[in-house]
């Protein structure tokens, strides 16, 4: 009897069940490297698809927030003779100024809503039974929503900052660092975040509904086409479309977001989000105020939103390949 205990023990150190656990535990650390790649992946293609998109639109971006936080009525006449009036006075590049605040905010902010929107992807395909395939339209929604809203929390201060570099003579604020340490020394830490609830209630629409009609194309291109993948240029009407439709429904608290960020350097004092708007449309109305630039917005934008989709989704389809090919670390 002790010599077939003493030979069970030799034929489990010898390892005919170590083996299930080996291929068990490597399974798992597989399963753990790819998600962490997909994660890397989705972070990198996050950042590159933000920085391009903000850069092609960057004038016209610095120009409708100088309207934004103005009583100045805005045309298209105006904001052309605004752009030409910055290009005569300051040179070419300074259509630019503020951009480098804005790349400072946008890489981190856009990495983090692309990455998060694929994991909260994940995460509700598999609460919902989904994985792997479109989601339905409600956690389609959500899906988005709450990407927005954790960029936003993460990278706020950097918004601001970025606010006030578009509006503000280039004597004023130097470089990014001073604008954090002279409104922390003038007006306080709290400043840093002065209109952040209205950033959050309209990132909840827009970036939700941006995600929703992108990613609701494609399943429909998908669908009528028989192409699982769409063209570079179908990307980018699919992203049009997204920008259009998520930056109309959200704009008014764009407007008051904005006016919040550069308070302290336009002699106004916005308090409340309520109050904002009631002095808005007392002193401009209803379109003219709330809805300032949206004419400008809705050239700049579906562009912006039409080139990170597709860039986003471009550079995660290259870099898949990349690993397949075997120019990627397994």
Known sequence: MGSGVQEQRASLTQGEVLPLASSSQSEVSYEGLKHTRSVLNSLFSGALAGAVAKTAVAPLDRTKIIFQVSSARFSAKEAYRLIYRTYLKDGFFSLWRGNSATMVRVIPYAAIQFCAHEQYKRLLGGYYGFQGKALPPLPRLLAGSMAGTTAAMLTYPLDMVRARMAVTPKEMYSNILHVFVRISREEGL???????????????????????????????????????QPYSYERLAFGACAGLIGQSASYPLDVVRRRMQTAGVTGHTYGTILGTMKEIVAEEGVIRGLYKGLSMNWVKGPIAVGISFTTFDLTQILLRKLHQMGYTAR
């Open 190 to 228: 709290k400043t840093l975040y002065r209109g952040f609830t209205p950033t959050i209630l309209g990132v909840v629409p827009y970036a939700g509904l941006s995600f929703f009609t992108y990613e609701t194309l494609k399943k429909l291109h998908a669908e009528q086409s028989g192409r699982p």
